[in-house]
């Protein structure tokens, strides 16, 4: 049975919010950049993760627009179905506590990071859409 998770891209212009996994001990992929968002919890819905891990890990209240993807994708430690959510912040002036790590990055500049594997599709989304808008 793959693991439900909700992923919050979360975007202002061409720009979205990441951050670098951080090196813990037995923590699978450290290093690698990710959008918020998390697992969901028993009788979770993926809108409601991704609202609730945003906030936790970000550290402001999102906006869940529409649905964009669901990939499903095989890691040696198990297998992830991951629904992606074009975010924004309820408040377009907040800004991600200091400590959560986010920061903000062109859509263009987003596949030249190491990413999980299953976010290869989006990324070459995002980028793409992020070269439509500059010419």
Not at 65 to 73: A, C, F, T, V
Not at 94 to 120: I, M, T
């Amino acid at each position: 049975m793959a693991t439900l998770v909700g992923l919050g891209l979360i975007s202002r212009g061409n720009r979205y919010l990441i951050r670098q996994r951080p090196h813990l001990p037995g923590s699978p992929m450290p290093g690698v950049w990710e959008f918020p968002g998390g697992k969901c919890e028993e009788g979770e819905s993926p809108e409601e993760a991704t609202k609730r891990e945003c906030k936790e890990e970000t550290g402001m209240e999102v906006v869940v627009n529409s649905r964009r993807r669901i990939i499903e994708h095989s890691y040696p430690h198990g297998r992830v179905l991951l629904y992606y959510f074009d975010c924004e912040t309820e408040n377009p002036a907040d800004e991600p506590s200091e400590e959560s790590g986010f920061r903000w990055v062109e859509g263009s500049e987003l596949s030249k990071l190491p990413f999980p594997e299953a976010n290869g599709p989006i990324l070459r989304e995002l980028a793409s859409e992020d070269q439509g808008e500059s010419t």
